[in-house]
């Protein structure tokens, strides 16, 4: 059953991985082709048109709105990118989140609540974040891009501050990326298709198009692509315990988020406003200090608690620990039923690689607290602090 799981598990990430290079990378293609039009006034009903060069030829791209009939034999749709996108992610967050009592998405010092609850908790904000934000700029509010942003904007932090208050940092991280892929998703498959869909209907029956389905679908489509930097770095963020494991974990995200979506924002108005380098570099630089203060404090801005350990720490005191609290799992052959081979390839059972590990050790075990994994083990505040101490004193004998 385990390597039934881990297969799966591979299939679904490497599915996921390919799906959204292709989905965002022809979303920004996209982007880009409509920020470089050039006007073709020679050809009626052409917006505008961009020449390109690769794969050793000119490429003439031209967007129109064909006269009415004028419907080509063949028409190339980009939505299965999205839709294989979206589904692969959903079956990620049951295999990797949900499965195994829901135990990685449960934190008792976040909150004392059952994995089914969490469960709930995190699909309940991934409806209502789609639902609300659609309704947004459904009603009249949706007139006034400016205050339908802001509404959006603020609807998805209430459900995060929900998230960041109900689920392990972890597991937070990746519900917020799961809001937005799903806003994204909602965006192509109930707005930008449809608009399309009724684009091909019009033309084909010489009716003239509605110019506000269209309008609709852009907008769409640009909201997605100022949420791709965000979830991307969600994306990767499992890969990085500093972030989600920190002790200012939300606002960790949110400058990353606000961060990352100025930049993006002037990239975007790159061919039109001449100072947006400087800006994005100066953009770019307040996130990395604001990052760098995160990084350097991952246990929050007051001095680490716990108990204080006096006197020497030898390796004869930490030995015992790490055999009993760590080897479940670090080990060539893991006891413990949950993992199958060593995490990350990691195994603690010479005093070599523990040595080695060293540095890595006290910022997971000492610093954040987010291992051993769940606290399986039942890991002491006491046996923390003398991993601590046995690694501040030089981590010798
Ligand atoms: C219940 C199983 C389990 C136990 C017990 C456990 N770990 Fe881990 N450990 C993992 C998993 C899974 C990962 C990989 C995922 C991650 O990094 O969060 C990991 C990753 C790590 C890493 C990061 C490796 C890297 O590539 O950066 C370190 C360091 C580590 N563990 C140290 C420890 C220490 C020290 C103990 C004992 C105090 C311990 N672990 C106990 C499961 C466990």
């Known amino acids: ?64 709105i064909p006269a009415p009939g004028a419907l080509p034999k063949t028409l190339h749709w980009f939505k299965w990118q999205n839709g294989i996108t979206w589904l692969s992610g959903i079956a990620l967050l049951g295999l990797v989140y949900h499965l195994g009592g829901a135990a990685i998405m449960v934190d008792a010092q976040v909150a004392a609540i059952t994995g089914g609850r969490a469960i709930g908790i995190g699909m309940g904000a991934i409806v209502a974040s789609w639902v609300l934000y659609d309704v947004i700029w459904r009603s009249p509010l949706g007139k006034h891009p400016t ?25 937070a991280y990746m519900h917020v ?9 909602g965006n192509v498959w109930f707005v930008i298709m449809p608009a399309q869909r009724e684009l091909v209907a019009a033309t084909s029956e010489w009716r003239k198009q509605r110019p506000e389905r269209g309008y609709q679908a852009k907008q769409r489509s640009v909201h997605n692509n100022y949420l791709t930097f965000p979830l991307l770095f969600i994306m990767i963020s499992n890969h990085f315990p500093t972030t989600f494991g920190n002790a200012h974990d939300a606002a960790v995200l949110l400058v990353l988020a606000a961060g990352s979506m100025g930049i993006r924002h002037l990239m975007n108005i790159r061919f039109t406003y001449p100072g947006w380098l400087t800006w994005a570099l100066a953009l770019f630089g307040a996130t990395c200090v604001a990052m760098l203060v995160f990084f350097a ?86 046996e923390r602090a003398r991993i601590g101490a046995w690694i501040d004193q030089g981590a010798r004998d």
């Open 147 to 171: 205050l339908a942003t802001l509404a959006s904007a603020l609807e998805v932090f209430l459900l995060s501050v929900l998230l960041f208050h109900s689920l392990s940092g972890r597991a």
């Open 297 to 382: 404090h991952p246990a929050g801005f007051s001095p680490a608690r716990g108990p204080s350990i006096a006197g020497h720490v030898g390796w004869s005191d930490v030995e015992p620990i790490v055999a009993r609290r760590c080897v479940p799992c670090h080990a060539r052959h893991p006891t413990n039923p949950a993992v199958t081979t060593a995490p990350n390839g990691v195994t603690f059972e010479e005093r070599d690689t523990v040595y080695r590990w060293r540095e890595r050790i006290r910022l997971r075990v000492v610093e954040l607290r987010n291992m051993p994994l769940g606290n399986a083990t039942g890991i002491t505040d006491d």
């Open 1 to 64: 059953m385990a390597s039934l799981h881990e297969l799966l598990h591979l299939v679904a990430r490497w599915v996921h991985l390919i799906a959204g290079i292709m989905w965002i990378g022809n979303s920004m293609l996209f982007n880009w082709l409509d920020r470089n039009l050039e006007p073709v006034p020679e050809r009626p009903g052409a917006v505008g048109e961009n020449w390109m060069i690769h794969s050793g030829g000119f490429y003439q791209v031209v967007k129109l």
């Open 177 to 185: 990326g799961v809001m937005i892929g799903t806003i994204m998703t």
